[in-house]
C-alpha cells in the first residue's frame, strides 16, 4: 500500500477545512486536504458572510476575490426574524456578505492553489490511529487504499464527522424536535407579499410565521424568479431525513408563509434539517482536532454555521502551524479548544433561542411580540448583533482591563492604508507610537511585525500587539506615566512569550 507524509491532514474541503488549510500553507506548513466528493457538489447551504467573517477575510486579502462571487451585501442581521443593525462597531463591513457557500469554497480552494497546496478530491479518510509521534490516516480512493502519515489530523468533516465518531469523544447535546426544509425554487409568478429585493434578510422572512404556525421565509438568490425557502413547521412530526422535498410541499409552505399566487416552475435542489444541537467536549485529543461542523451542530438560524468554522479554522492555523514548526511556547495549541468552545456554545445557545417554535398558541405568540419589542432597544440590539455578527468575541488574554484586550482590533485607516493590510503575511503586529516597545519586540521579528505610527487613530492605546488571527493580545494604554510604560513593557515581553515563543538570539537579528 502507498504510503505519503506530510506535516498536516485536514478531512474535509468545505469552509473550514479550506480556510485551515490557507491559513496552514501561508505559514508554510505542508498540508494536504482529503475530500471523498470527487467534485465541488456545487450546492450552497450558507449564503452569507456575517461581517466579522468578512474582516477575517480582508485579514488576508480575501474580500477582492469574495467580491465576486457575491450578490452584494444585506445592510443588516437579525436574531429570529428581528432586524439587527451592524452599525456603530468601528468596521469597514456594517453588513453581511450575500454570497453562496460554493463561492466562498471557490475563493478559498483558488488561495490555497495559490499557495502551492491542493484538495485531493475523491480521498476519502476511512479511519486512523495516533500515537506520540504522529497519526496515520488510512484513505480510500477511486485507485484503491492509502496511507497517510502526519504529525497532526484535523477534522473539518461536517456534522457526520467521520474522524468525530472515530475518536469517540462525546458529543452532548439535544436531539432534532423540529423538522425543517429547504429548497431553491425557481418561480413563475410569487404571492404578492413576497418582498423580491432586502435590506436585511429580516425582510425575507414571513413575520411571526404570518399567524398561521411555522416560520420561513423566501430569500431572492439573483436570478429572476430564483429564490431559496426555508421553511419550518414546529407542528410537523418527524420526517425521514432522505426523504425528497415535494412541490406539493414546498407550494403549502409558500402559501403558509405568504398567501395565494405561488406558481412553481422548478425545484433546483432542496434538502431536510433539523435543529439537532450538539458539540464536542474536547475539540482536541492528542494530534487530532476538530472544527467547524465536526465539532459543533445547531439549527442554521441567523446564518452563523460557515462562519463559525471559518473563525474556528482562523483561530486554530496560526496556532497549529507554530506546534508544527517547532516555535510554539507551551499550551498555545490547547488554548484552541479554550478559546473556541465557549464561542461555540455561545452559538449553540442563541440559535436554540432563536429556533424558539412559533405556533398559534397565544402565550407562545406574545412572547414572541415581547422579543421583537426588546430586539428594538439600543441596547439590546447591539448586544444581540454582537453576538450574530461575532464582533463581541473576546478571548481571556491576562492585563489590565481595557477595551480592547482580548477583542479584534477594528479595522484602522493608517497612513499607509488599512490595519488590515498588515496581517496578510499572518503573523502578529505590533502597532506602537514609542520606540521603545518596538526596540523590545526586535528578537521576535521572524513572527511579529512592528510598525511605528504618529498616532493610533479612534483608540485608546499608545500600542497593540495583534495576533495574527487579529486578536488583542497586549495593550499600552494612552498617555500612561513613565512607571506605566515600565510595567507595559514587561507585560509586552510576557505577551510575546505567551503567544510568540520564545525570543531569538539576539545576535541573529540585525
Ligand atoms: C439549511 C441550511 C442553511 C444554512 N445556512 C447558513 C447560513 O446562511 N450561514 C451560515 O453561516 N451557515 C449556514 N448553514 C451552516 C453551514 O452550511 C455549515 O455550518 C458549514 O457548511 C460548515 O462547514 P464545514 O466546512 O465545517 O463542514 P461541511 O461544509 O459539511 O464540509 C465537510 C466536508 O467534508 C467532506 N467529508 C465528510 N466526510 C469525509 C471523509 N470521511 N473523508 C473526506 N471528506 C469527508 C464532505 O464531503 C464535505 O465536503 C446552513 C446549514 C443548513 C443545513
Redesign the pocket.
Known amino acids: 500500500m502507498e504510503t505519503s507524509k506530510i506535516d498536516v491532514v485536514v478531512?474535509?474541503?468545505?469552509?473550514?477545512?479550506l480556510m485551515l488549510a490557507t491559513e496552514l500553507a501561508l505559514a508554510g506548513v505542508e498540508v494536504v486536504v482529503?475530500?471523498?466528493?470527487a467534485e465541488p457538489?456545487g450546492q450552497s447551504?450558507?449564503?452569507?458572510l456575517?461581517p466579522r467573517t468578512a474582516e477575517v477575510f480582508d485579514l488576508r486579502g480575501l474580500m477582492e476575490p469574495t467580491r465576486e462571487y457575491a450578490h452584494g451585501t444585506w445592510g443588516s442581521g437579525h436574531f429570529g426574524g428581528r432586524p439587527l443593525s451592524y452599525e456603530g462597531w468601528q468596521t469597514r463591513h456594517p453588513y453581511q456578505v450575500n454570497i453562496p457557500?460554493a463561492g466562498v469554497e471557490r475563493v478559498l480552494e483558488d488561495r490555497l492553489a495559490e499557495l502551492g497546496a491542493r484538495v485531493r478530491r475523491g480521498?476519502?479518510?476511512?479511519d486512523f490511529t495516533q500515537n506520540d509521534a504522529g497519526v496515520t490516516a488510512a484513505v480510500r480512493t477511486t485507485a484503491g487504499e492509502s496511507r497517510i502519515e502526519a504529525r497532526y489530523l484535523v477534522g473539518?468533516?461536517?456534522?457526520?464527522?467521520?474522524v468525530r465518531k472515530r475518536l469517540g469523544v462525546a458529543f452532548p447535546g439535544t436531539d432534532a424536535s423540529q423538522f425543517a426544509f429547504?429548497a431553491d425554487v425557481a418561480f413563475d409568478a410569487l404571492p404578492a407579499a413576497v418582498p423580491t429585493r432586502l435590506r436585511s434578510v429580516s425582510d425575507a422572512i414571513a413575520k411571526e410565521g404570518n399567524g398561521k404556525g411555522g416560520a420561513g421565509g423566501l430569500i431572492p438568490l439573483g436570478e429572476p424568479g430564483l429564490f431559496r425557502l426555508?421553511f419550518n413547521d414546529p407542528r410537523a412530526g418527524q420526517r425521514d431525513q432522505a426523504e425528497p422535498v415535494s412541490t406539493a410541499e414546498v407550494a403549502a409552505a409558500v402559501e403558509r408563509l405568504f398567501g395565494a399566487g405561488a406558481v412553481i416552475a422548478e425545484i433546483r435542489w432542496a434538502?431536510r434539517?433539523t435543529n439537532v444541537t450538539r458539540q464536542v467536549e474536547h475539540y482536541r485529543v492528542g494530534r487530532v482536532l476538530l472544527?467547524?461542523?465536526?465539532a459543533h451542530v445547531h439549527f442554521?438560524a441567523g446564518?452563523?454555521?460557515?462562519?463559525?468554522?471559518v473563525q474556528d479554522a482562523m483561530n486554530l492555523g496560526w496556532k497549529l502551524a507554530a506546534e508544527v514548526q517547532g516555535r510554539a511556547p507551551a499550551g498555545l495549541l490547547d488554548t484552541y479548544h479554550s478559546e473556541r468552545h465557549p464561542v461555540g456554545a455561545r452559538v449553540l445557545h442563541n440559535t436554540r433561542a432563536q429556533s424558539m417554535p412559533v405556533d398559534p398558541a397565544p402565550e407562545t405568540v406574545a412572547m414572541s411580540q415581547l422579543i421583537t419589542e426588546l430586539a428594538k432597544l439600543p441596547e439590546a440590539n447591539r448586544h444581540l448583533a454582537g453576538m450574530v455578527s461575532g464582533f463581541d468575541i473576546r478571548y481571556e488574554v491576562d492585563g489590565p482591563d481595557h477595551p480592547l484586550l482580548g477583542g479584534r482590533l477594528p479595522d484602522l485607516e493608517l497612513p499607509l492604508g488599512w490595519a488590515s493590510d498588515l496581517f496578510h503575511p499572518g503573523r502578529g503586529v505590533l502597532l506602537s507610537t514609542d520606540p521603545r516597545y518596538l526596540e523590545l519586540a526586535r528578537p521576535w521579528s521572524d513572527r511579529v511585525d512592528a510598525t511605528t505610527l504618529p498616532e493610533l487613530p479612534d483608540l485608546t492605546a499608545d500600542a497593540v500587539l495583534v495576533r495574527p488571527d487579529g486578536y488583542v493580545c497586549w495593550v499600552a494604554p494612552a498617555d500612561g506615566s513613565p512607571s506605566d510604560t515600565t510595567d507595559n513593557t514587561k507585560r509586552l515581553d510576557g505577551a510575546l512569550r505567551t503567544w510568540f515563543g520564545r525570543p531569538q538570539d539576539t545576535a541573529q537579528v540585525d
Open positions: 478531512v474535509g474541503s468545505g469552509p473550514t477545512g482529503l475530500e471523498r466528493l457538489s447551504k450558507a449564503l452569507n456575517q457557500q480521498h476519502e479518510l476511512l473539518c468533516d461536517g456534522g457526520r464527522s467521520a429547504v426555508i434538502s434539517f472544527a467547524g461542523d465536526a442554521p446564518g452563523q454555521g460557515l462562519n463559525l468554522g
